[in-house]
RNA sequence: GCCGGAGUGGCGGAAUUGGUAGACGCAAGGGACUUAAAAUCCCUCGGAACUUUGUUCCGUGCCGGUUCAAAUCCGGCCUCCGGCACCA
C-alpha cells in the first residue's frame, strides 16, 4: 500500500469523508437483540457559523459514539438543527431574505462544516424543527397539554425585551437581562399563555434525586431554579373590617414576633386600604426594585390570631405578589428585611426566639437588638409555645392554626409557570382559533399542522407579520364554521428543543409519531432513554428542566414509562482564549475553519480534547494547537519510515515462550499499558486528555524503537496496530490512513476495540520505593511476588537506608505491596 | 447572604483507593543537522543550599489537626469562578 511521505491532513481528511459517507458508515440499525447506545450532542441554532463550544462539543460526543461503536454497541448518534428562533427573523428584516431562505442555507452550510470535522452522524436520522413534520408534533403536545389543563392563557405582568419585541420566560433573563441579545428587559402586561411546569415541581425535585449520572452542580442549580419552600398560611383578620388578610411564613415559629404586617402593592386588597392613589402610584413605579425598602402605612390594624395582637398593615415594595400570598408578617427581630424596614419607619422590634447556647450563659430576650437573628432557637414570650425548641415549635404551631382552621400547611415554589408565548413569526403557531360565538377553541388534531405561512412581510415594525397576513389569521371556527380568527403568537423554541431527542428515534421525514411511539415494540422503547448527553452548562435550568418537565409529561400521557430523559449527563467548559470566553465583542474568536484549513480536523479535534478534561473550560493555545499537529506529523512518519516492514505475519506473543529482545518485549509492554490506560481513562469519566497523553508516551516509543529480527517487526506491526485502533475516536481520518497504508481493510471503525492482557501490562520488575520516616530514601527494583519479610530484609540491607537508620531501633515498619516500605525509626 | 466548584512549576494540566508530587504537552535555554533558516532530532527545565552532576532541605492558597505516610481525610480561614438572590 502506497504511503505519502508528507502527512498532508486536508488530503487524507476529503478521501475518508468521501468513503465512509459512500458507505454510509454510521447508520443507525433497529437491531434490539445488540446493546443500544444512545449518544446526544445538544443541537445548534443554525446562525451560520460552527464556533470553538460547538467544535468541542462535538468532538467530545464524537469520541463517546465512536467508541462506544467499536466496544460493539448499536450507536445511535443524530444531529439536527435547533432551527426556529429570533436571528433568521432578524435577518429578513435587515437584508429582506425569508427566514426559511437564511435558516436552510445555514444548514447547507453548517452541515458541511460538521462534516469536515469528521463527525459520525447518521444524517438519515436529521432533524429541522422549522420544518412541518416537525412542529406539527409541538401543537400536538399543546393540544395534549390544554386538553389535561397544563396549557392556559392568562394577562399578567411579563418579561418583555424591547430590542426582540417579545416576552421571555424567567429562566430566559439572566440579570434582568436578555439571554440572547442581553438588552435589559422590562415588564409589561400581556395576555399570554402559559405550560403549567409547576403543576410539576415536586416530581421534578423528586426527579434530582434519580438523575445520578448528572453533574452535582446542575442538579444544584435545578433544585435552586425550582425553590421549594415548606411553611404555613395564615390569616390575620383585620380590625373593624369583616376580612382577612392571609400571609405565607416559612417561620410560624417566630408568629409572636410579628409587629406588623406587609402586603404587596399588587395585592388585591391595597386599593381598598389605600386612601393616597399618589402615594400607591409612587410605591407601584418601584415596586421589586432591589436595595430599597419603602412602604406605606394604610392606617388598617390586623390581629395576630396566636396573641391577639393589634399591628399596622403597610404596603411595601418589597412584597412580591408571585410568591406566596402577596402578603407577609413581619418579624424584625428574626428577619434581617424585616429589621431594615421597621428601623426605617420606627416599628417595634420582639425578640421571641433566643439562640440555645446563648440561653445556658443566661442571656435573655431582653438584650438590645442590633440586628436580626435568623437562626432557630427556643421560643420566648410565645404563650403555650414558649420554651419550644423552633423545629417543635414549627409543628405545633401550624398544628394548631389548622386546627383553628385559620390557616394551612403549604409548600411554595419559587419558580413560576413557563410563558411560551412569542410575538414574532419564525416559531411554531399556536393551534388555537378565536371565534365571536364560541370564544377560545382548539384546532382539532386532524388539522395539524397549523402552517406557517411563507408569504408575509417583514417591515420590523412591532408586533408579528402573522398580524397582517390576512390569509393566515381568517379561518373557519373549528366548532360552528363561522368566520374566526387564528393566534398569531407563536411558540417559545424551547419546546422545540424539549423533545427532539424522542424524534430521533425514528426515521426523518413525515411519520406519524404518535402511532410510532405507540407501537408496542417501538423504536423509542429501544432507544430512550438517552445514554450519554453532552452540552453547555448554559441550559442547565433552561432547556433542561423544560426536557425534563415534558417528559414527565408524556410519560403520564402513556407514550413513555421513564421518568428521565437524560440517564448521564457531560456538561462540558467553555473555550476561554486569554482568560475570558470567546466572543466577537472581545474579539478573542478562533474560527475552527481557518484551524482544519491549517491543521486538519484531526489536530483541531486532538487539541481541544488533549488540553483539559471535557468539563473544565479550555484555554485555547495556539502553540498547544501545533503540539497536537506535531504528534500526528510524528506518528504518521514513524509509519512511513517503517512502511516496508509492516508486512508480517501477525505473531501471538506470550511472556512464558517470549524468545524476543528486551526493547521489544518493553515495547509490547507498554502497548498493552496503554490500552489499558486509554480505555479506563475514556470509561472514567471521558478523561481523554489522560487517554491522548498516554497515546503520546506510547508513540514517544514507537520513535526510537528499532525491529532487529522477524519478532521484533511483529511487534512494531502489534504497536503500530493498536495505537491507530486507540487513536482513532480522536483522529480518526490519521488513523483510518494509517490503518490502511499498513495493509489492512478499511474501515478501522468496523474493528474491535483493542483488549490488553493484564500480564503483559505488568512490569517484569516492581520499582519499590524505600522511606524512612516517612521521607524517600531509596528505591529498588524487586521482583513480583516476595513477601513483605523479603521486602523488609532488601530494604534494611540497603546501603542508602543503613546510613540513614545507622544505630537508631527500628520502631515500625509498613509495607505497602508491590509499592512501598517505610521504615519508622524516631 | 445562600448553594455549587476550584486553587499544584513560567503556562495548560497529571497524580485512579491516603503511599515516588509535577505524567503528557506548551513555552524557555543549550546542542546536532544546514551556507543559512524552517522543519526534524537530542539534552536541561519547581525552589534553595552545598562538600556541585548528586546529595540535603523546602515545596500542591493560608493556619492547625489526624496518620508510619496528606495535593488527597478533618477543623478554621483566604482568594477566584459559576448559579440563585428582597422568594418571607
New binding site residues.
Given amino acids: 500500500m502506497y504511503l505519502e511521505e508528507k502527512y498532508i491532513p486536508q488530503k487524507v481528511e476529503v478521501k475518508w469523508q468521501k468513503y465512509w459517507s459512500e458507505k454510509d458508515l454510521y447508520r443507525t440499525i433497529q437491531y434490539p437483540s445488540k446493546k443500544k447506545f444512545y449518544c446526544l450532542e445538544m443541537f445548534p441554532y443554525p446562525s451560520g457559523e460552527i464556533h470553538m463550544g460547538h467544535a468541542r462539543n462535538y468532538a467530545i460526543g464524537d469520541v463517546v459514539a465512536r467508541y462506544k461503536r467499536m466496544c460493539g454497541f448499536n450507536v445511535l448518534h443524530p444531529m439536527g438543527w435547533d432551527a426556529f428562533g429570533l436571528p433568521a427573523e432578524n435577518a429578513a428584516i435587515k437584508h429582506g431574505v425569508h427566514p426559511a431562505e437564511w435558516t436552510y442555507r445555514n444548514i447547507n452550510y453548517m452541515k458541511a462544516q460538521l462534516n469536515r470535522m469528521g463527525l459520525s452522524y447518521d444524517w438519515k436520522r436529521e432533524i429541522t424543527t422549522c420544518s412541518p413534520d416537525y412542529y406539527k408534533w409541538n401543537q400536538w403536545f399543546f393540544l395534549k397539554m390544554l386538553e389535561k389543563g397544563l396549557a392556559y392563557r392568562k394577562r399578567s405582568f411579563v418579561n418583555w425585551c424591547p430590542s426582540c419585541t417579545t416576552v421571555l420566560a424567567?429562566?430566559q433573563v439572566?440579570?434582568g437581562k436578555c439571554w440572547r441579545c442581553e438588552n435589559l428587559i422590562e415588564q409589561k402586561e400581556l395576555e399570554q399563555w402559559f405550560l403549567k411546569i409547576t403543576d410539576y415541581a415536586d416530581d421534578l425535585l423528586r426527579g434530582c434525586d434519580e438523575l445520578k449520572g448528572w453533574?452535582?452542580?446542575v442538579i444544584?442549580?435545578q433544585?435552586?431554579?425550582i425553590?421549594r419552600?415548606e411553611?404555613i398560611e395564615v390569616d390575620f383578620r383585620i380590625d373593624g373590617l369583616n376580612e382577612d388578610i392571609r400571609?405565607?411564613?416559612?417561620?410560624q415559629d417566630t408568629l409572636f414576633g410579628a409587629t406588623f404586617v406587609?402586603i404587596?402593592p399588587v395585592h388585591p386588597l391595597t386599593e381598598r386600604l389605600i386612601s393616597d392613589k399618589m402615594a400607591l402610584e409612587e410605591l407601584k413605579a418601584?415596586y421589586?426594585?432591589?436595595?430599597?425598602?419603602?412602604g406605606i402605612f394604610t392606617g388598617c390594624y390586623a390581629i395576630n390570631p396566636l396573641n391577639g395582637e393589634k399591628i399596622p398593615i403597610y404596603v411595601?415594595?418589597?412584597?412580591?405578589?408571585?410568591?406566596?400570598?402577596?402578603?407577609?408578617?413581619?418579624?424584625p427581630a428574626h428577619?434581617q428585611?424585616?429589621f431594615?424596614f421597621a428601623q426605617q419607619y420606627n416599628l417595634p422590634v420582639k425578640v421571641v426566639i433566643v439562640p440555645e447556647q446563648q440561653l445556658l450563659l443566661g442571656r435573655s430576650n431582653k438584650d438590645v437588638v442590633t440586628e436580626a437573628y435568623e437562626g432557630e432557637g427556643i421560643l420566648m414570650d410565645s404563650g403555650q409555645f414558649s420554651g419550644l425548641r423552633s423545629d417543635i415549635a414549627k409543628e405545633r404551631i401550624a398544628r394548631f392554626i389548622e386546627d383553628k382552621g385559620i390557616g394551612k400547611k403549604v409548600i411554595?415554589?419559587?419558580?413560576r409557570d413557563w410563558g411560551i408565548s412569542r410575538q414574532r413569526y419564525w416559531g411554531t403557531p399556536i393551534p388555537i382559533v378565536y371565534c365571536k360565538k364560541c370564544g377560545m377553541v382548539p384546532v382539532p388534531e386532524k388539522d395539524l399542522p397549523v402552517i406557517l405561512p411563507e408569504d408575509v412581510r417583514f417591515t420590523g415594525k412591532d408586533g408579528s407579520p402573522l398580524n397582517e397576513s390576512e390569509k393566515f389569521l381568517s379561518t373557519a371556527c373549528p366548532l360552528c364554521g363561522d368566520m374566526a380568527r387564528r393566534e398569531t403568537d407563536t411558540m417559545d423554541t424551547f419546546v422545540d428543543s424539549s423533545w427532539y431527542f424522542i424524534r430521533y428515534c425514528f426515521k426523518k421525514g413525515d411519520i406519524d409519531l404518535i402511532s410510532e411511539i405507540r407501537t408496542p415494540n417501538s423504536e423509542l422503547k429501544y432507544w430512550m432513554p438517552v445514554d450519554q448527553y453532552i452540552g453547555g452548562?448554559?441550559h442547565?435550568?433552561l432547556h433542561l428542566l423544560y426536557s425534563r418537565f415534558f417528559f414527565k409529561f408524556m410519560r403520564d400521557i402513556g407514550l413513555v414509562d421513564l421518568n428521565e430523559p437524560f440517564q448521564n449527563l457531560l456538561t462540558q467548559?467553555m473555550v476561554i482564549k486569554d482568560g475570558a470566553k470567546m466572543s466577537k465583542s472581545k474579539g478573542n474568536v478562533v474560527d475552527p475553519n481557518h484551524l482544519i484549513e491549517k491543521y486538519g480536523a484531526d489536530t483541531l479535534r486532538l487539541f481541544s480534547l488533549?488540553?483539559?478534561?471535557p468539563e473544565?473550560?479550555?484555554?485555547w493555545?495556539d502553540?498547544?494547537v501545533?503540539?497536537?499537529?506535531?504528534?500526528l506529523?510524528?506518528l504518521w512518519?514513524i509509519v512511513y519510515k517503517n512502511r516496508n516492514m509492516l508486512y508480517v505475519k501477525d505473531k501471538e506473543f506470550l511472556l512464558s515462550s517470549s524468545r524476543i529482545t528486551d526493547q521489544a518485549l518493553r515495547l509490547l509492554r507498554k502497548t498493552h499499558q496503554t490500552i489499558k490506560?486509554v480505555t479506563?481513562?475514556i470509561e472514567?469519566e471521558f478523561?481523554f486528555?489522560?487517554a491522548?497523553?498516554?497515546l503520546?508516551?506510547l508513540?514517544?516509543e514507537l520513535?526510537?524503537y528499532e525491529p532487529y529480527d522477524e519478532d521484533g517487526k511483529a511487534v512494531l506491526r502489534f504497536a503500530i496496530e493498536k495505537t491507530l485502533l486507540l487513536l482513532s475516536p480522536f483522529a480518526p481520518h490519521i488513523a483510518e490512513e494509517l490503518w490502511e497504508a499498513v495493509g489492512n481493510k478499511p474501515s478501522i471503525f468496523e474493528q474491535r476495540w483493542p483488549e490488553w492482557d493484564e500480564d503483559m501490562a505488568k512490569e517484569e520488575k516492581i520499582?519499590l520505593?524505600i522511606?524512612v520516616?516517612?521521607?524517600?530514601?531509596s528505591?529498588v527494583l524487586i521482583p513480583h511476588g516476595i513477601s513483605d519479610e523479603e521486602v523488609k530484609e532488601i530494604a534494611l540491607n540497603d546501603e542508602?537506608i543503613k546510613n540513614?537508620i545507622g544505630n537508631k531501633t527500628t520502631k515500625?515498619v509498613?509495607v505497602?505491596k508491590g509499592?512501598?516500605i517505610?521504615i519508622?525509626v524516631s
Fill in positions: 424567567n429562566e439572566v440579570d453533574p452535582e452542580r444544584a442549580m433544585k435552586n431554579w425553590g419552600s411553611g400571609i405565607f411564613t416559612t417561620r406587609c404587596a418601584r421589586g426594585k432591589m436595595g430599597e425598602k419603602i411595601a415594595n418589597f412584597v412580591l405578589m408571585e410568591y406566596g400570598t402577596g402578603a407577609i408578617m413581619s418579624v428577619d428585611r424585616d431594615d411554595n415554589f419559587r419558580f452548562v448554559e442547565a435550568v467548559g488533549f488540553a483539559a478534561p473544565k473550560d479550555l484555554e493555545s502553540q498547544g501545533e503540539g497536537a499537529y506535531r504528534f506529523k510524528r512518519g490506560r479506563t481513562d472514567r478523561h486528555n489522560t491522548i497523553s498516554a503520546m508516551e508513540v514517544n520513535a526510537s520499582e520505593v522511606q520516616d516517612g521521607k524517600l530514601r528505591r542508602k540513614f515500625k509498613i505497602v509499592r512501598l517505610n519508622v
